[in-house]
């Protein structure tokens, strides 16, 4: 990818994640805030929206670091167990821990006397739901291939960017963040494929653009070139 493209996807996560934060977060947190509304306090308004905008701009910087980190241990792990299709198995393998754990963990560190395991699902329901729509829209623009690793990065990736919201059980912050990092990388591994085209294809115009201007920088060099005595 060139490097005008990674600023244009760096930039262009931050405004996902900082526009779906405010819009999300206006309905999560309406019971703290609906009172500037009605009250019509324009300053109020515009901090909350600041601080929502703020919120969301750092939920995007951790998942862009968790994409990128990703990418890196997606090399890593074709290359250690050399089979594509082994790897894509012990991704299902982390998927379904994951999930397993989402649930399991939260309902025996959070859950009260009496509590019924079924709210806990929830959570993980969003992560697979949204998980498998955006892996096949994935897979549908690229190739088959990438199902399981899309679906691997949009539910583990996830979930490890998830982790200080999941610790604290925060429920004013822990859906917000959900839906913005699910956002942020959603958007990422749905634009990636396009960047690396579009780069690609800036090459190219370069190399042809350059290369004729080399060949006749060549041809005046020696033109110019002092004959030897």
Same mark, same amino acid.
């Given at each position: 990818?060139?490097?005008?493209?990674?600023?244009?996807?760096?930039?262009?996560?931050?405004?996902?994640?900082?526009?779906?934060?405010? %819009?999300?977060?206006? +309905? #999560?947190?309406?019971? !703290? =805030?609906?009172?500037?509304?009605?009250?019509?306090?324009? &300053?109020?308004?515009?901090?909350?929206?600041?601080?929502?905008?703020?919120?969301?701009?750092?939920?995007?910087?951790?998942?862009?670091?968790?994409?990128?980190?990703?990418?890196?241990?997606?090399?890593?792990?074709?290359?250690?167990?050399?089979?594509?299709?082994?790897?894509?198995?012990?991704?299902?393998?982390?998927?379904?821990?994951?999930?397993?754990?989402?649930?399991?963990?939260?309902?025996?560190?959070?859950?009260?006397?009496?509590?019924? %395991?079924?709210?806990? +699902? #929830?959570?993980?329901? !969003? =992560?697979?739901?949204?998980?498998?729509?955006?892996?096949? &829209?994935?897979?549908?623009?690229?190739?088959?291939?990438?199902?399981?690793?899309?679906?691997?990065?949009?539910?583990?990736?996830?979930?490890?960017?998830?982790?200080?919201?999941?610790?604290?059980?925060?429920?004013?912050?822990?859906?917000?963040?959900?839906?913005?990092?699910?956002?942020?990388?959603?958007?990422?591994?749905?634009?990636?494929?396009?960047?690396?085209?579009?780069?690609?294809?800036?090459?190219?115009?370069?190399?042809?653009?350059?290369?004729?201007?080399?060949?006749?920088?060549?041809?005046?060099?020696?033109?110019?070139?002092?004959?030897?005595?």
């Amino acid at each position: 990818m060139t490097s005008r493209n990674l600023v244009k996807l760096f930039k262009n996560t931050l405004v996902v994640g900082g526009v779906t934060t405010v %819009i999300f977060g206006l +309905f #999560v947190r309406w019971q !703290l =805030l609906q009172s500037f509304f009605i009250d019509f306090k324009i &300053l109020d308004i515009i901090s909350a929206i600041a601080w929502l905008m703020l919120m969301g701009f750092l939920f995007s910087v951790i998942s862009q670091m968790g994409f990128f980190a990703y990418l890196t241990i997606h090399r890593f792990g074709l290359g250690i167990f050399k089979s594509a299709s082994l790897w894509n198995a012990v991704q299902i393998v982390l998927i379904l821990f994951g999930l397993f754990d989402l649930v399991y963990l939260r309902y025996i560190n959070f859950a009260k006397t009496g509590d019924s %395991i079924l709210p806990f +699902f #929830v959570p993980a329901l !969003l =992560l697979l739901v949204v998980g498998l729509a955006v892996a096949w &829209l994935k897979s549908k623009e690229t190739n088959r291939a990438a199902f399981i690793p899309a679906l691997f990065f949009m539910i583990v990736a996830t979930l490890v960017e998830w982790v200080p919201v999941l610790r604290e059980n925060a429920e004013n912050w822990f859906y917000l963040m959900a839906i913005a990092l699910l956002a942020c990388n959603a958007y990422q591994l749905l634009i990636l494929h396009k960047l690396n085209a579009q780069s690609e294809q800036e090459r190219q115009s370069r190399i042809k653009q350059t290369g004729p201007v080399a060949e006749k920088n060549k041809k005046k060099k020696k033109m110019t070139k002092k004959p030897s005595i």
